[in-house]
């Protein structure tokens, strides 16, 4: 089934049809909040260089190597690392976090993904990203700002609720339930092992997991602006072109979780899918395993 063409944005969230519209915020709305005590603006990029150049005011920076995933294991970071991280940008329990980055949000949704992980589910995207707030003119600061020390508590890492494993997948496969692979055409096909202009990663394989539709994650933001489209055009790209429904159970994977993280927040969030969950280790690691099943 072919998708149409996507509806012009409007400059309105509410009137896009989203399940849950308070999840994004608009520039003016940053513009208007950034200097709100009970509000911390994240960047989060993959161009670490990004910040440094210049950022939105009052805007911390949460490197998604650097402060998100732990050193040595290939994994997260821990109830003691988080909290740490969060302690030390003045975020409370109770604070507001809107993230915003480069890459129409990619990392940006990455980022409040992790965030989520540790029960911290009061989070926003500043819908457009950085692209968006340059492109208005909006002011930006090289400025680092400083926060006092925070008081937070966080709960042990939930890697059930969001998140999904290795072997979660397999079980999932015997259920038939619902995958979407976020990746490249290319990459889904196997006719690629990495995304174009990046490096590979290490994939012995190329393929997809069986049953799984592809979905490029990029679909779902207008290419233009950088803003999510409106959930009539969401709906009809996950749900009449690929055969995904509100109540089915989706996981959704790339190559190591960061461009599915943005679809898990379109599904969760612009059209309230209550189960879905971010297979983190993605092709990276289901392209190395040894005798799970492929498809190309």
């Known amino acids: 089934m072919s998708v ?50 210049g950022h939105i005011p009052g805007a911390v920076e949460i490197d998604w190597t650097r402060d998100l995933n732990d050193p040595l294991v290939r994994d997260y970071l821990d109830k003691d690392g988080f909290e740490a991280l969060v302690k030390r940008n003045g975020i409370t329990p109770e604070t507001t976090v809107v993230f915003y980055g480069d890459k129409n949000n990619w990392w940006a949704t990455y980022a409040a993904w992790v965030f989520h992980l540790f029960g911290h589910e009061n989070t926003k995207i500043m819908d457009g990203g950085r692209i968006k707030w340059l492109n208005e003119g909006r002011q930006l600061t090289k400025e680092v700002p400083s926060y006092p020390e925070s008081e937070y ?17 397999l079980a999932h496969l015997k259920t038939a339930g619902k995958l979407v692979d976020v990746r490249s055409r290319q990459e889904f096909d196997g006719t690629r092992l990495h995304m174009e202009a990046y490096p590979n990663e290490g994939a012995l394989r190329g393929g997809h997991i069986p049953g799984a539709k592809n979905v490029p994650w990029a679909k779902a933001v207008n290419p233009e602006t950088g803003e999510f489209l409106p959930a009539s055009d969401l709906k009809a790209l996950y749900e009449e072109a690929n055969g995904l429904n509100q109540g089915d159970d989706v996981v959704v994977y790339c190559r190591i979780g960061e461009r599915s993280s943005h679809t898990w927040y379109v599904l969760k969030y612009l059209l309230g899918y209550d189960k879905v969950r971010n297979y983190d280790g993605s092709w990276t690691e289901w392209g190395n395993l040894v005798g799970v099943p492929v498809e190309r």
């Not at 042990?156 to 290795?166: G, L, S, T, V």
């Open 4 to 53: 149409a063409a996507p509806t012009p944005v409007s400059s309105s969230i509410d009137a896009r049809g989203y399940a849950h519209p308070t999840a994004l915020v608009s520039t003016e709305w940053v513009a208007e909040h950034k200097d709100d005590a009970n509000v911390r603006l994240v960047e989060s990029n993959e161009d670490p260089l990004l910040y440094a150049m």
């Open 153 to 169: 508590v966080a709960p042990a890492r939930d890697d059930h609720k969001y998140r999904a494993f290795r072997d979660e997948v």
